[in-house]
């Protein structure tokens, strides 16, 4: 079982910066992949970003990409998501995810752990 605990969600002004965190337990956190997802008001959950479990291979999402970094210490059984240049597009709660594969992937159906989301809000 892995459970993961998200934070550095806040509220920032348009052309801030934000880091969010995701702490996870469980022995096996190196060997899953990670990914961040973000769900807005009255929109479906869509993928942000992801990790491959060595932190080689990262993916985003075109809406992000440029502007978000993730990156993972697994001594520290954490990923984190850097996030500049926000926009109030980017406003949404932001979930953390585990896969118990290797590689990353952008579809939601293949994570197997969520954690409870942390709100990130732009102001224009």
């Known amino acids: 079982q892995v459970q993961l605990v998200e934070s550095g969600g806040g509220l920032v002004q348009a052309g801030g910066s934000l880091r969010l965190s995701c702490a996870a337990s469980g022995r096996t956190f190196s060997r899953y992949a990670m990914g961040w997802f973000r769900q807005a008001p009255g929109k479906e959950r869509e993928f942000v970003s992801a990790?491959?479990?060595?932190?080689?291979?990262?993916d985003y999402a075109n809406s992000v990409k440029g502007r978000f970094t993730i990156s993972r210490d697994n001594a520290r059984k954490t990923v984190y998501l850097q996030m500049n240049s926000l926009n109030p597009e980017d406003t949404a709660v932001y979930y953390c995810a585990a896969r118990t594969l290797s590689y990353a992937s952008s579809r939601m159906r293949d994570y197997d752990y969520w954690g409870q989301g942390t709100q990130v809000t732009v102001s224009s």
């Open positions: 990790i491959s479990w060595t932190g080689g291979s990262t």
